[in-house]
């Protein structure tokens, strides 16, 4: 099986320079199924309050399908808006809310060995955001 990203971007903005296929690769394996959408903040607020029942808008929400698919959703304008707040760039940001949606959805919980894991592959693929994700899903 190929690897597979699939991803939707229902924003105004442009899809965001990320080496989404390297990240999925690398966090969840080549045979993985992953969907990405990217949301406007009143969509991510329905999201969350439909599923979580928190409502706002969010950043990054994950959601397992199976062992082997899942998907992301990420909100752009809310994430840029948070990123100051983990003392990181915007572009940096985003990044890592990938790498923490990708951890959860292997099944990672808060705590010490994800906050491990978000480190070691934030420092690996830091240097690659300048990637355009286009180029890498051709």
């Not at 390297?22 to 991510?44: D, F, N, Q």
């Not at 990672?108 to 934030?122: A, C, V």
């Amino acid at each position: 099986m190929d690897s597979r990203v699939s991803i939707s971007n229902s924003t105004k903005g442009k899809l965001p320079r990320l080496p989404f296929v390297l990240l999925k690769e690398a966090i969840l394996g080549k045979r993985y199924e992953l969907s990405i959408a990217l949301v406007t903040p009143e969509e991510s607020h329905r999201i969350n309050l439909a599923t979580r029942e928190k409502d706002k808008p969010t950043n990054v929400l994950s959601f397992p399908f199976s062992k082997t698919s899942g998907e992301l959703i990420l909100d752009p304008k809310t994430s840029a808006l948070d990123a100051p707040n983990f003392d990181m760039k915007k572009d940096e940001f985003l990044l890592f809310l990938v790498i923490h949606g990708m951890l959860h959805l292997k099944g990672y919980d808060h705590g010490s060995t994800m906050e491990r894991e978000e480190k070691k592959f934030l420092k690996k693929f830091s240097s690659q955001t300048s990637w355009h994700a286009h180029s890498l899903l051709e």
